[in-house]
């Protein structure tokens, strides 16, 4: 049974940073394209970030420059650094694979930023 815990959420001022990890189990980690998900009141969920089984990453647009996603393999666990964080950057965020496995989506880690 796969499982993924996202965490590290929380309130942050406009401009401030967040880390957020994804905990995976019961899935060959290692192997797969990773990629973090938000989905902000009243809109559909979007990609923001993936990293493939080597490393190379690709950013949505609107995050580019200021997020980084990273994993570390061997303990199965996906990063989402976020800098500079605007009140658009509002929303529940989700990781998974990519493309998505719907059913791996776990409970999300709310980030709100605002002042």
């Known amino acids: 049974q796969v499982q993924l815990v996202e965490s590290g959420g929380g309130l942050v001022q406009p401009g401030g940073s967040l880390r957020l990890s994804c905990a995976a189990s019961?899935?060959?980690?290692?192997?797969?394209?990773m990629a973090w998900y938000r989905q902000a009141p009243g809109k559909q969920r979007e990609l923001v970030a993936a990293i493939t089984s080597r490393g190379s990453t690709n950013y949505a647009d609107s995050v580019k420059g200021r997020f980084t996603i990273s994993r570390d393999n061997a303990k199965k666990t996906v990063y989402l650094e976020m800098n500079s964080l605007k009140p658009e950057d509002t929303a529940v965020y989700y990781c998974?694979?990519?493309?998505?496995?719907?059913?791996?989506w776990g409970q999300g880690t709310q980030v709100t930023v605002s002042s």
């Open positions: 019961g899935i060959i980690f290692s192997i797969y394209t």
């Open positions: 998974n694979r990519y493309p998505v496995q719907n059913s791996y």
